[in-house]
Every structure is written in structure tokens, then in C-alpha cells.
């Protein structure tokens, strides 16, 4: 467990928008901070930091929470491993009670697979610097590949021994468990339940995270057998999902942001290579056909894409239309085409950074116009195959979600192509026509579920006591809802004031509103958390903030503290000189902002009581109990008039 002086050191060492900035393209509006959501796929930012209170809030999916809250939910570490992500980040040296070693058995499920990569990653370098096959086999052959020891260290590269359970048989020795070994590919069982190793004589290219951790592993061999695959790759994994993982990203992503370009290979090599040459903004899909979710990965840091193809003709062709997906996340795509026989491995390392980035610079060209040159000629002359290219190619352009790029590429290729622009116009309204009538079914076949099988409310979302009476309506539900996070809000904002109204003295309004609701039973399980919590603190001294609930170690009531600070928009500071309109600040009369809150709430518990009432009232039949429930219910009735009559005269005053 790390020690509470640990925590609060990491604490005030952490930038959220340092933090956040490594996964999202942020830009300064106002006090805040903007990007698109890491955690949905839209295409005007929804996502807002604020580094003032030391949170972010994603309007798209509701997340939000503090710098620990992001990592537990983009990398789905625990909360102690997003506070060691921090404390390695701002080299704050962590203090535990119990050593973590001695733990290993109480790790999680997900942490154990990551350890055990880990080890793998170290063994495969140890066994290439530290042994004799090693350092004549693997580290010979990235020798020869042009790699620098420090690139070799850099990206974790090793060599896994041509022996059939050499790796497999010290992991266990060292007391990894065969179940992990297992899941995480590294070993393979036999029939008779033993165990050998999936990697053996192969040059080894560790993956990892986006946060940098070893997930997964691509093994070459080196030798000639055209019946042995060139390349073993891990299989899926709880840690490893291939769709959703780009080689190299986690060493790329600062240049990547920097250079606000992404450049795409295809191979590990070419990765390491073009980065080792100083041009660090480089990527691959991990042997893998791109994906929607390997774009919206690099979307969030730029977007623009420069696919780096090698000089093979047919592998071109045959990725074009795979290409589209990009154009469709509204990014911007440029190919290169490197000379024949030359990949960006190859042709880097023969002319140097310097002519590199020339020769991507002066031979660059957008995707749309790249595609269009290339299905020309090989449509040639005849008017059939013509055809077919200019409806594949207005395919592409109706996938651009920019309609004034769209049309820039609709005037570009018809003079390319020599057909009348309006012609491509008219078949590319045919097709978003075509799409939007398609999109507009969906969505009615979707309505017309929902109002076949509406979806009930969460069932936590309120609390109720056993025994009482049906349920209240959904919108009555909603109201009071909004009632309780409305106290949550001036709790989270004004509790620790001291009260300035009737002579009231000495006295914080947080105290005073947990006092003034005892009576109270809140209905969300939330707010009746947060309240709950607000009160053991100030039954023990403390005067809780707004910090102490954006880092709660219960995520609820962390969600509920960011929903009620957040707010997606903000006021211009010239909005009264435009329009001469101003906007009532609840500040400045705090009783009747604080007494309304308060009574509002009992009005509406008291409305509930009534109705309850009523309804107890209609099916009792006993003359004496309808007696008992009906003074019961006159002298609700007296309260509630006492409540709208207080509520009436401090609004008004």
C-alpha cells in the first residue's frame, strides 16, 4: 500500500493537462482546455480539462475525474498503478508499507499478465547482450539491420534462444505462473500439459502501450525455411488487442503532436530504422491491416496521416480502399511512394535523414489524387473500367466529412480525370443522399424500439427504503434528482464559506445545510454517499473541498463531484457589453441560493409524502386507520404551505 505522504507528493507534482496532453490533442480556449474524447469517436470536442480544479470531463461519455481517474479509465490500470505511472513520470520516488514483490500472488489478474511480459522482455535482451548465440545471432543481425546499440535498448529489442523451453523454464523457475505464460502467449502447452516456448531462434520486437509497458511481442526468424513463418506475432490477450495497438506509438506520440504529422509503415524495422535516423513521428500496425481504431488512436494526436508505402505495386492497389476508413475519421492523408526495391528501412539507411525528408517532402500527395492517378492507368483507354474508377473515386471523396475539402477534391479530379465537375457533383449527392436516407432509417428503426421497449432508468441510480409505497413517476424521479446534485453543487462550492445572513455567526454553510437536511433521505445512491461522507468529516473536525472529492477513492462519488464543477461552456467576458444582458450571479444573495436549495428539496420529499398518503388513503378500507391517515396528511399539508410560504418570502426578498 503507498504510504499517504507518497500520495499527496504525487499529488502536487501532477499537471492534469501534462497528464492528459500525452493521450489527447489539447488546445487552450479560455481557462480550459479542449480536445477531442479519447473515450468515443465525435468530431467536435466534447472533452474539457480544467487545470484550475485539477479535472477533466467528457461530455460524450459522461467520464470525468481527476489526473488518476483518466489513467484508470483510458489504461485501465488500478488506482495504485496510476499513482507509480505519476510518481515515474515526476520522479517521485514511491513509499509502500508492503513491498509489492512479496504481493505477487494478490495482484491482479490484468497486472500479473503485465508482469510476466515484463520478465519476457528482459530475458529476450538479456539473452541476446548476455549470451553467445545471443550476441552472434540477434545482436549480429540488428547490427547488420543498422541499428545503434542505444536503439537497441531504446525499443527493448532481443533474442529469444533456439531451444524449446529455455525461456518458458526460467520463468517458472523464477515463479511465474504456467496459466500467464499461457494467455500471454508466450508459452504453449502441449497435450501431456507441458509447457515449451512460442518464440525460439527469433530476433524479438517488444510492443507496448501507449503508456509504455510491454503488452505483446513480434518474433523474426532468421532462418531461410520458406516452411517457417517470417513472423510470430502474440495472440489476443486481455492486455493485447492487436485491432487497437500501434507499433511504436508510445516512443512517437510527442513527435507525432509536435511535427502534428503521423507517419505509417508497415514493418517493426521500418519503424526503428526512420526513427533512429531522427524522424520520430512513425508508426506501424503492428502487422496487422489498418483499423477504425488505430486512426482514432493516431486522430488523437493529429490529423494528418503520411502513409510511407514500399515500392510493391500489388500491396498498393490492394490497400486503396482499406485507406478509406481514414478519410471517413476526417483526417488528412497523403501517400509517398518510395522507388522500387526500397521500403523506408531500406531507402533511409541508403540516403540519410536529410534526403529522406526531402524526398517525402517533394513527393507527397493526397490519398484522393494519389488514388485517382493510379486506377487511371490501370483503367487505360477503356470507358468501362473508366467509369468504374470515377464512381470508385467519388466513393472516397463522400467519405470526407468536410464537405468544402470534398468539393476541392471533386474540382481537383475532374480535370484530372477530364469529366464535366458537375457530373461528379451530381453522383456524389446521389450517394450521401443515398447514405443519409440509409442513416435516417436506422435511426427511426432505432426510435421505433425504443418506444416499443423504453429503457427503465438505472436501477441504483435512486435509493429506496423497504416498504414504501410505489415508485414515483420517471420525470418526479428527475426532478428530485436534480433537487439532491443541486445540493451536492453548493456543498462542493460553497462549504467551507462562512455564513453571512441574519446574524447567523461563526457558522460554515456546509455544516449548516448537512444540518438542516438530517431529516432528510436522498433517493440517488450517490448523492446519498456524498452526503453521507460530507457528514462522518465534519463529525471528525474536517471541512472537506472540492480536492478531497475529485480524488475519492469511490469513482461514484468522484463522477458526481466532476459532473457538478465541470461545465462545458463558459460566459465571455464581453457578453454584457454586446448584449447589455446580465446574468443573476447566485452569489450575491447566498441565503436565498442556500435556503432554496434546501427547501425546494424538503417541498419536494413532502410532496412525495402526500401523494403517498393519498394513495394509502384510496385503498384503506378501515374508517379509523383512513382517520389516523388523514390527519397525517393535514398536517403534511401545513408543512408543506410553510415551506412555500418561507420559500416565496426569501426568494423575493
Not at 494478490?106 to 508482469?115: A, D, F, G, V, W
Request: proline share 4%; charged share 30%.
Amino acid at each position: 500500500m503507498i504510504t499517504k505522504a507518497t500520495v499527496d507528493r504525487i499529488m502536487e507534482a501532477t499537471d492534469i493537462v501534462e497528464v492528459i496532453g500525452d493521450f489527447v490533442q489539447l488546445k487552450k480556449r479560455g481557462a480550459n482546455y479542449i480536445g477531442l474524447s479519447p473515450f468515443s469517436n465525435e468530431r467536435t470536442p466534447s472533452f474539457t480539462v480544467s487545470p484550475a480544479k485539477g479535472i477533466f470531463k467528457d461530455f460524450s461519455s459522461s467520464k470525468g475525474g481527476s489526473a488518476i481517474t483518466f489513467l484508470m479509465e483510458m489504461e485501465k490500470f488500478t488506482y495504485p498503478e496510476a499513482l507509480k505511472w505519476l510518481a515515474k513520470k515526476y520522479g517521485i520516488e514511491v513509499e509502500e508499507t508492503v513491498e509489492s514483490a512479496e504481493n505477487r500472488e494478490e495482484e491482479n489478474h490484468r497486472e500479473s499478465l503485465m508482469i510476466v511480459s515484463g520478465f519476457a522482455a528482459k530475458f529476450f535482451q538479456d539473452s541476446m547482450w548476455q549470451t553467445d548465440e545471443g550476441q552472434s545471432i540477434g545482436l549480429s543481425y540488428f547490427k547488420e539491420r543498422g541499428f545503434t546499440p542505444e536503439t537497441i535498448r531504446k525499443f527493448e529489442l532481443g533474442y529469444s534462444p533456439d531451444q524449446w523451453e529455455a525461456f518458458t523454464s526460467q520463468a517458472i523457475k523464477e515463479g511465474y505462473q504456467p496459466q500467464f505464460l499461457e494467455e500471454t502467449g508466450l508459452s504453449v502447452k502441449r497435450d501431456n500439459g507441458s509447457m515449451y516456448d512460442r518464440y525460439r531462434g527469433r530476433v524479438m520486437f517488444p510492443i507496448h502501450s501507449f503508456t509504455g509497458r510491454v503488452i505483446a511481442f513480434g518474433g523474426r526468424t532468421l532462418k531461410s525455411d520458406k516452411s517457417v513463418p517470417k513472423y510470430v506475432n502474440s495472440p489476443e490477450s486481455e492486455i493485447y488487442h492487436k485491432s487497437s495497438v500501434l507499433y511504436g506509438l508510445y516512443f512517437a506520440k510527442k513527435a507525432i503532436r509536435d511535427a502534428d504529422d503521423c507517419y505509417l509503415v508497415e514493418g517493426y524495422a521500418d519503424v526503428v530504422s526512420v526513427h533512429q535516423a531522427g524522424i520520430e513521428n512513425v508508426v506501424a500496425s503492428s502487422g496487422t491491416s489498418l483499423t477504425v481504431e488505430q486512426i482514432r488512436l493516431i486522430g488523437r494526436l493529429t490529423k494528418n496521416v503520411t502513409i510511407l508505402y514500399d515500392g510493391d505495386a500489388a500491396g498498393i492497389k490492394a490497400s486503396l480502399r482499406g485507406l478509406d476508413m481514414i478519410l471517413e475519421e476526417g483526417l488528412n492523408v497523403k501517400v509517398v511512394l518510395f522507388p522500387d526495391g526500397h521500403d523506408p528501412d531500406s531507402y533511409v539507411r541508403s540516403v540519410g535523414t536529410n534526403a529522406f525528408k526531402t524526398y517525402i517532402d517533394q513527393n507527397k500527395k493526397d490519398f484522393i489524387l494519389y488514388k485517382t492517378g493510379i486506377l487511371l492507368k490501370e483503367a487505360g483507354n477503356d470507358p468501362i473500367r473508366k467509369a468504374g474508377v470515377i464512381r470508385e473515386i467519388v466513393e472516397s471523396i463522400a467519405k470526407i466529412p468536410d464537405s468544402i475539402k470534398a468539393s476541392v477534391f471533386v474540382k481537383e479530379c475532374s480535370h484530372i480525370m477530364q469529366i464535366d465537375e458537375r457530373a461528379l457533383l451530381s453522383e456524389l449527392n446521389k450517394m450521401r443522399l443515398a447514405k443519409s436516407k440509409k442513416d435516417s432509417q436506422q435511426q427511426y428503426n432505432q426510435n421505433q424500439r425504443a418506444q416499443q421497449h423504453p429503457d427503465a432508468p438505472p436501477e441504483d441510480l435512486f435509493f429506496d427504503e423497504p416498504g414504501t409505497a410505489a415508485a414515483p413517476s420517471t420525470e418526479k424521479r428527475e426532478e428530485a434528482y436534480n433537487q439532491e446534485r443541486e445540493i451536492i453543487r453548493l456543498l462542493l462550492l460553497y462549504g467551507n464559506r462562512m455564513i453571512d445572513w441574519d446574524g447567523i455567526a461563526n457558522t460554515y454553510i456546509g455544516p449548516f445545510i448537512i444540518a438542516e437536511l438530517s431529516d432528510v433521505t436522498f433517493e440517488s445512491t450517490s448523492c446519498k454517499d456524498f452526503v453521507e461522507d460530507y457528514r462522518r468529516e465534519v463529525e471528525n473536525g474536517v471541512l472537506p473541498d472540492e480536492q478531497h472529492y475529485i480524488h475519492h477513492k469511490d469513482k461514484d462519488i468522484v463522477d458526481l463531484t466532476v459532473t457538478m464543477l465541470a461545465t462545458r461552456y463558459t460566459l465571455s467576458e464581453n457578453w454584457y457589453e454586446m448584449h447589455k444582458i446580465t446574468v443573476p450571479d447566485e452569489q450575491v444573495n447566498m441565503k436565498a441560493t442556500i435556503l432554496g436549495a434546501i427547501f425546494h428539496l424538503k417541498k419536494h420529499k413532502v410532496a412525495q409524502i402526500l401523494e403517498n398518503l393519498r394513495k394509502e388513503l384510496q385503498n384503506t378500507p378501515s374508517e379509523q386507520d383512513q382517520e389516523i391517515l388523514l390527519n397525517q396528511y393535514m398536517r403534511m399539508k401545513k408543512v408543506e404551505k410553510h415551506i412555500s410560504d418561507y420559500l416565496g418570502s426569501v426568494i423575493l426578498k
